[in-house]
C-alpha cells in the first residue's frame, strides 16, 4: 500500500492516507507531500471526491470504508490499482513491458533481483515489491525510463486473475493461504492455471521446471495445453551452476538463476546480469542481519556477543531452506536459535505436520503465539500446543540427523517480547546466532539490540 502511494504522489496525485503507528514509509509519504493520519482509522481522514484504495486486510467495519461506502466514493482494491498502473496507464505512463511474479515462494525477493538486474542494465525499471528493497530502501521504485515495470503478483487472495503482464515467471506452487484456498492445493492448482488462461498469446512465462507441481500443470507431455502464451522451461535457458551471491541457501540460487533467465529473455547479456547479482543488496525480512547483540556476562572481560537475524518466513518450505542456508554458512560448533511465530491459525492448522519437521538443523526453538491476521482462534490450534508436538515427535522419532532435542523446544508464554529478551539471555552462548521467522510482529522482538 505504501509502494503504490508513493508511485502516485511521485507521479503528482493528491495522496492521503492513515496508519495506527508513524514509520519509515510514511515518513516517506509525508517528505513526498502526501497527507499522512497518525493514529485510530477514523471517518474524517476520507477526503471528499477521492478514490479510496484498500487491501484484503480492510475489515467491513473499518470506520474509514463505511465512511466512504456511505459517501458514495470509488473503492478500489490494491490489486485493481495496481492492474491499472501496469496495464491502464493509471499514473499517466503507458509501459511497454510488464513483467509479474507469482507464485508461492521467492516472489519479493525475485523481483527486488530483476528490478536490480535491470536497473544495473540501464533498463531504469519500475519495480513494485510486497516488502522493503534494499536498494531503494522502499517497496516500490518508479523508474526514468517508463517503459517496463517489474511487479510482484500476490496469489494469496484470488487477486491473482485480475492481471495480464507481458511476460510472466511462475517460482514455484505449494499450498499455502488456506483461509482463501478452502479447496486446498487443487483449488490452487486450478487458480494458476486460470491466470496462465487468462494471458494473451503475445505473453511469455518462464517456469520453474524445477518445482514437480508447475512442471505437471504447464510442461507435461500429452497434455493438451488451454493457453495461447508462450511457456519456456526455466531449465531451457542456459544457467551457471553456482551464481556468485551475498546471501546463502538453495533459495537464493533458485531465485537467481530465475532472474537470469528473465535477463536472458529480455535481451540482457549474462555477464552483465551475473555482476550486478554479486551485488545485490537484498530484501527486508530475508535473511536480513539486524547486527551483533552484546550481552554482559559473568566475566566482564568476555561480554556474550550474538549474531541477530530476520526472515519473513512463515511456511514450512520457506522457515526449512532459511534454516538450512543459515546452517550451511555457520561455523562448525556455532548453535542456531529459532523464534518462530506462527502467522494465521488456518496456515498452522492446514501445514501442521510440514511445520514439525521445519527445525530439525537447528540447536533451539522458541514458539511464540500466534499472530492471528485478523482470524478467529481455532480450538487446540495454539503454540504451546504445537511446541508439545514438537516435542513428542523428537522424543519418539528420533533422527540421526537431527540437531534439536525436547528439551531445546520452548513455548514463550506470552508475546511480550521484553520477557523473551530476558529468556534468551538466559539461554545463549558466546557465538549463538538468532534468528526471528513470521509475517507477523515477531519482526520486532531482536530489532534495536544492536
Known amino acids: 500500500m505504501s509502494g503504490l502511494a508513493t508511485l502516485f504522489a511521485q507521479t503528482g496525485y493528491r495522496v492521503s492516507g492513515s496508519d495506527v503507528s508513524e514509520n519509515g514509509y510514511t515518513k516517506k509519504l509525508a517528505m513526498l507531500g502526501a497527507r499522512v493520519m497518525i493514529g485510530p482509522q477514523a471517518p474524517e481522514n476520507v477526503p471528499d471526491e477521492s478514490l479510496v484504495v484498500i487491501s484484503t486486510a480492510i475489515d467491513a467495519d473499518n470506520p474509514e470504508f463505511l465512511k466512504a461506502k456511505a459517501a458514495g466514493l470509488s473503492i478500489c482494491h490494491r490489486s485493481g490499482l495496481l492492474r491499472s498502473i501496469l496495464q491502464e496507464g493509471a499514473l499517466g505512463i503507458p509501459f511497454e513491458h510488464t513483467i509479474g511474479i507469482t507464485g508461492t515462494h521467492g516472489k519479493t525477493t525475485l523481483t527486488a533481483m530483476a528490478g536490480w538486474i535491470m536497473d544495473q542494465a540501464g533498463l531504469e525499471p519500475t519495480v513494485i515489491a510486497g516488502g522493503k528493497m534494499l536498494a531503494w530502501q522502499h517497496t516500490a521504485k518508479l523508474g526514468s525510463h517508463l517503459k517496463i515495470a517489474v511487479a510482484e503478483l500476490d496469489e494469496s487472495d484470488g487477486s491473482l486473475l485480475t492481471y495480464q503482464p507481458t511476460m510472466s515467471v511462475l517460482t514455484n506452487l505449494e499450498l499455502d493461504h488456506a483461509e482463501h484456498f478452502p479447496g486446498g492445493i487443487a483449488e490452487l492448482e486450478a487458480h494458476f492455471v486460470q491466470f496462465v488462461k487468462n494471458l494473451p498469446a503475445t505473453a511469455t512465462v518462464i517456469v520453474n521446471d524445477a518445482c514437480p507441481r508447475l512442471s505437471r500443470l504447464f510442461l507435461s507431455e500429452g497434455t493438451p495445453p488451454s493457453w495461447t502464451a508462450t511457456i519456456c522451461p526455466l531449465s531451457a535457458f542456459c544457467l551457471p551452476d553456482e551464481v556468485a551471491l551475498p546471501f546463502p541457501g538453495a533459495q537464493y540460487q533458485l531465485n537467481a538463476k ?193
Open 258 to 450: 530465475m532472474a537470469l533467465a528473465l535477463a536472458a529473455a529480455l535481451n540482457i547479456d549474462q555477464a552483465t546480469a551475473l555482476s550486478a547479482l554479486a551485488t545485490f543488496p537484498g530484501v527486508g525480512r530475508r535473511l536480513e542481519r539486524l547486527g551483533t547483540w552484546t550481552i554482559d556476562s559473568e566475566d566482564p572481560q568476555s561480554p556474550i556477543s550474538l549474531q541477530l537475524l530476520d526472515d519473513y518466513a512463515h511456511h514450512p518450505t520457506e522457515v526449512s531452506v532459511t534454516l538450512a542456508g543459515l546452517r550451511q554458512q555457520l561455523p562448525q560448533g556455532a548453535r542456531l536459535i529459532a523464534v518462530f511465530q506462527p502467522h494465521r491459525f488456518t496456515r498452522l492448522q492446514a501445514l501442521w505436520d510440514e511445520f514439525l519437521t521445519c527445525f530439525d538443523c537447528i540447536d533451539a526453538v522458541w514458539i511464540t503465539p500466534v499472530f492471528a491476521a485478523h482470524e478467529p482462534a481455532i480450538p487446540n490450534i495454539t503454540h504451546s500446543s504445537f511446541a508439545d508436538a514438537l516435542r513428542s515427535r523428537l522424543q519418539q522419532q528420533p533422527f540421526p540427523h537431527t540437531k534439536l532435542t525436547p528439551q531445546n523446544v520452548f513455548a514463550a508464554p506470552s508475546d511480550d517480547w521484553s520477557l523473551l529478551r530476558e529468556a534468551l539471555k538466559g539461554f545463549v552462548k558466546p557465538g549463538d546466532s538468532i534468528v526471528t521467522l513470521g509475517a507477523g510482529s515477531i519482526t520486532f522482538l531482536l530489532r534495536g539490540l544492536s
